[in-house]
């Protein structure tokens, strides 16, 4: 994997918008009601 890899899933795994963000968090994919879950943690 090269270092642009390693950065992309970084920038992923930081957006609630991408599945890899909700999967390094124990969920299977990105939940229906993501949106909702993001406000409620602000």
């Known amino acids: ?3 642009q ?3 992309d899933n970084h920038a992923d ?3 609630p918008n ?3 963000f909700w999967e ?3 969920e ?3 939940p ?3 949106e909702e879950r ?3 943690e602000k």
């Open 38 to 40: 993001v406000e409620q």
């Open 5 to 7: 890899d390693d950065l």
């Open 24 to 26: 390094s968090r124990g």
């Open 32 to 34: 229906e009601d993501w």
């Open 28 to 30: 299977e994919e990105r």
């Open 13 to 15: 795994q930081l957006n």
């Open 18 to 20: 991408n599945e890899a």
């Open 1 to 3: 994997m090269s270092r």
